[in-house]
């Protein structure tokens, strides 16, 4: 994968896999510990600490009796080629946590991606889902936690076309705002 974004929707899908009915996103971008943080949480189904051990590690488990694929591994890998980490806390019936933490200014930190993008997307076609966004760049923070949308629009969809595009621009301006640096 390219971009962390892309394994950020990846990782979100296992979530809604799990019946997840609430996911957190959490980009944390620290300049002076030199990290980028990604925490995804959710309340889905969780998973037993045998399982997950498989889960993290395929290649040195010996026999998986059930397939596992390969969307944690390889955001594993990402985080660990930039001299990072990836941890996951689960428990079953209660929900998952996964954390990757990557070096922010390494050479082959993947970039984040189109986060706007990323977070429109799962927004719009999960809508009863209540995801809570955050993106942080040091001090600055910007957070979007739908179900405060879902109040104020009533009986009105995501997928409405005006709806959808305001969306897409409170994204994309929430993003560009975090993203200037202050000289
Ligand atoms: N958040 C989660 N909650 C519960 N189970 C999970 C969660 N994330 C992963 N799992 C379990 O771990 C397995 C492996 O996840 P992983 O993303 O590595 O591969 P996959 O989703 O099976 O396949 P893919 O390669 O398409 O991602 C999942 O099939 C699922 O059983
Ligand atoms: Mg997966």
Not at 92 to 106: C, D, I, K, P, R
Not at 130 to 145: A, M, N, Q, S, T
Request: aromatic letters at 8%.
């Amino acid at each position: 994968m390219r971009e962390i974004s892309l394994h950020i929707l990846d990782i979100v899908q296992n979530s809604i896999a799990a019946k997840a009915d609430e996911i957190g996103v959490d980009v944390i971008e620290d300049r002076e510990k030199d990290t980028l943080t990604v925490v995804i949480g959710d309340n889905g189904c969780g998973m037993s600490a045998e399982f997950l051990k498989k889960v993290i590690d395929p290649f040195t488990t010996k026999r998986t009796t059930r397939k596992v694929g390969l969307g944690i591994p390889l955001f594993k890998m990402a985080a660990e080629n930039t001299g990072g980490s990836l941890e996951i806390q689960s428990k079953e019936g209660e929900g998952t946590v996964v954390t990757a933490v990557f070096g922010l200014s390494h050479i082959d930190r993947q970039p984040l991606g189109d986060m706007a993008g990323t977070m429109l997307s799962l927004f719009t076609a999960y809508e009863d889902i209540r995801f809570l966004y955050k993106h942080k760049i040091d001090e600055k923070k910007f957070f979007v936690d739908t179900r405060e949308i879902k109040n104020v629009l009533g009986d009105i969809s995501f997928q409405a076309p005006e709806v959808y595009l305001w969306l897409s621009e409170f994204l994309k301006e929430g993003e560009e705002e975090l993203n200037q640096m202050e000289v």
